[in-house]
């Protein structure tokens, strides 16, 4: 599973390399994935996201707007998945693919009633919560407007932290190898 995972985040980052002009809707699309509370079970891109931030060092692209491409795609994924949770309430731990995983709405319920709004910033840097935090805020009514600053915040700092990752390991390499 994992090779498979591997490979299809290596054929992304070869796309965006070799098509530089769809980095940022690439990005887009892989942060807003990656913060669906369905989608996000399915498909984990972070590590594609590490691998197009290398390419911001080592290919030319311009950091600016695949970063606010990234934290909109983001911000974006967790609204819907917010709204969802709004619209469907509790049964949507019900709701295929959540419900092969019946522990991720109560985790996060005991998230959100431990952390608050500060949970929606904490939960974006965290595998499954990231889209059940959301999810899970949506479904417990919190207050729309605190969940948005929350969301918008913290997704241009976790879009900001994943691709400058990469670039700084692509920096890292190429001065430990002189090139």
């Known amino acids: 599973m994992f090779d498979a995972l591997e490979a299809y985040g290596q054929q992304i980052i070869d796309f965006v390399r070799e098509h530089k002009a769809w980095a940022a809707p690439v990005v887009f699309a892989l942060a807003f994935g990656e913060s669906l509370a369905f989608i996000s079970l399915l498909i984990p891109a972070w590590a594609a996201l590490v691998g197009i931030g290398v390419l911001i060092g080592s290919s030319g692209l311009n950091f600016w707007p695949i970063w606010v491409a990234g934290a909109i795609g983001a911000a974006l994924g967790d609204w819907l998945s917010y709204w969802v949770g709004g619209k469907l309430g509790p049964p949507v731990a019900h709701v295929w693919p959540l419900s092969r ?54 997704a241009f700092v976790w879009a900001g932290v994943l691709l400058t990752l990469g670039d700084v390991v692509s920096k890292i390499f190429k001065w430990a190898w002189g090139g």
């Open 101 to 154: 995983h019946p522990d991720l709405i109560p985790k996060g319920e005991r998230f959100m009633t431990k952390w608050g709004v500060l949970g929606i910033f904490i939960g974006r840097f965290f595998g499954p919560l990231r889209a059940s935090v959301p999810l899970v805020a949506g479904i417990f009514k919190m207050p729309y407007w605190r969940f948005q600053f929350a969301n918008f915040t913290s």
